[in-house]
């Protein structure tokens, strides 16, 4: 199958969104023996249906501050595919939400839901808003606005959206309680809510800790460990703090931690304590991560321009590396220092955070390298349980979703591993989840006709 051919055609129809592409000319690259041998997937024009949205809903969000200044937003939710599921993704607030940033997002969805093995289709959501400085009234009354309209295309069989960058416990709150009085129903229809209104024990965590399990399952295929090995953690938000916690967990040490403004150099590790008053900073007082310093001698802080073209936190010598910040943050340059310092593991908690420069760097060198769509499928998987218990009217303990978390984290790697060497692949695992995700979909996409 000609995937450049379809890439151009992509690309005519969609102008002006670099990131998409990039999403779907690294899935279509590792799909492309499963096109080749198997050409049901062309004449039931697979890929071409993949890429185009279900609906995209894109609506006006006005709302106060505090001095009673106006303000106008745009908020979105991409509904990308609903062959295995209700439409499952998060809502992201960041000034730089746009519809190219939202369907690589909810594309990246597709595969990574397939693989939890949970039924969930894909989607992904959010504003340009940016939440960073606002007082709480503020970002209630925004979340407000946004459920407003948003309420009218998502419900618990529909679309159940949840957290992502800038939309952690407290939005979810208020637009839980937004959705809840504007339809009289209390229902199972956001993921990540609080534990004592319908939330599922352990998804706070989730993604963190899944991060680590799955790098724990890829270490030990190799007969190693994660215990004792230093490791780079970038990012400061819920998934960065959870890696972090679990890396601690296993007896290793988690040396850096970041935000978009700089990051933090621990040579002595952080430990439980200092992990703790990154969660205050971060989660309550909202505050930035160069104030670590200020409390840990050890803390050594350097700023970053966010314009630069590599990140002095990928030249620090270890033996993992945890990108859990954002998209395309680590670049070719700081593929290379991570290469030439012997990097052994690279595991993805964010979502694409390779440029395709970068990610051919790695590829091409000795590490072993693992997706955000399977690495992080923790936190989505978890997502998928808390809809499962809200159908049901339980709640489970935290034993039972922790093992669970665990063996989808197992079952995922080993799917990785078993569809990239049905291609002879050996541990390809960026393959591997491309092609597992994507057999998964396009089979119940034919089974279900030209919808
Ligand atoms: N939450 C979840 O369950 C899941 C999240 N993900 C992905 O993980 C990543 C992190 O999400 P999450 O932890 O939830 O988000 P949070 O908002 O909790 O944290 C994001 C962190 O990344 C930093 N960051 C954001 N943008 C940039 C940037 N342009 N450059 C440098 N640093 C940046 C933020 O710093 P600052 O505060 O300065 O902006 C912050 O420290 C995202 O890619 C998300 O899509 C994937 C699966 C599930
Ligand atoms: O929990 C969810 O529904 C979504 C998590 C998410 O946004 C992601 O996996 O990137």
Redesign the pocket.
């Known amino acids: 199958m000609d995937t450049d051919n379809i890439v151009a055609g992509i690309k005519k129809r969609n102008p002006h969104q670099p990131t998409f592409y990039q999403a779907v000319a690294e899935v279509l690259d590792s799909i492309k023996p499963v096109l080749d041998k198997d050409g049901q997937y062309k004449e039931h024009k697979i890929i071409e249906r993949l890429v185009e949205p279900d609906r995209i809903i894109s609506f006006k969000v006005t709302w106060q501050d505090d001095d009673g200044e106006i303000h106008v937003n745009r908020g979105y939710r991409v509904q990308m595919n609903s062959a295995l599921g209700p439409y499952?993704?998060?809502?992201?607030y960041d000034p730089s939400v746009n519809q190219d940033i939202l369907k690589f997002?909810a594309f990246?969805?597709t595969f990574?839901?397939a693989l939890t093995g949970i039924p969930?289709g894909s989607g992904?959501g959010g504003s340009d808003f940016n939440p960073k400085g606002k007082s709480d009234d503020e970002i209630m009354r925004f979340c407000q606005s946004f459920m407003s309209e948003l309420y009218r295309y998502i419900g618990p069989d529909v679309d159940?959206?949840?957290?992502?960058i800038g939309v952690g416990s407290r939005e979810i709150g208020y637009l839980f309680g937004a959705y809840k009085k504007l339809k009289n129903e209390f229902s199972g229809v956001l993921?990540?809510k609080g534990v004592n209104w319908g939330g599922s024990l352990i998804?706070t965590e989730?993604?963190g800790y899944g991060l680590i399990f799955f790098a724990l399952n890829m270490l030990a295929e190799q007969n190693e460990s994660l215990k004792g090995k230093k490791c780079l953690v970038s990012g400061a938000g819920n998934v960065a703090q959870y890696a972090i916690e679990k890396i601690i967990q296993e007896g290793s040490m988690p040396v850096t931690v970041s935000d978009s403004d700089g990051f933090i150099y621990d040579d002595e590790s952080i430990n439980e304590e200092k992990l703790e008053f990154i969660k205050r900073l971060k989660n309550e007082q909202r505050g930035r991560i160069k104030e670590y310093a200020d409390e840990f001698s050890s803390g050594e802080y350097t700023e970053v321009d966010g314009n630069s073209d590599s990140n002095p936190l990928w030249d620090i010598e270890a033996d993992c590396a945890f990108p859990c910040a954002t998209q395309n943050e680590v670049q070719e340059k700081d593929a290379r220092h991570l290469v030439d310092h012997g990097i052994q593991l690279i595991a993805e908690g964010a979502?694409m955070p390779l440029t395709p420069e970068a990610l051919e760097v790695i590829r091409n060198a000795d590490v072993l390298y693992a997706p955000?769509?399977a690495t992080?499928?923790g936190?989505?998987?978890?997502?998928?349980l808390?809809m499962t218990q809200n159908k049901m009217g339980v709640y489970w303990s935290r034993d039972r979703v922790s093992s669970e978390l665990q063996e989808i984290m197992r079952e995922i790697h080993e799917k990785c591993i078993e569809a990239a060497s049905e291609y002879d692949l050996g541990t390809d695992y960026l393959a591997g989840a491309n092609i597992a995700g994507f057999k998964k979909v396009a089979q119940s996409m034919i089974a279900q006709g030209v919808v």
């Open positions: 499952k993704g998060g809502l992201r997002l990246e969805q990574k839901n969930l992904k159940v959206p949840a957290g992502d993921t990540g998804r989730a993604t979502n955000g769509k992080n499928a936190g989505v998987a978890i997502s998928g808390e």
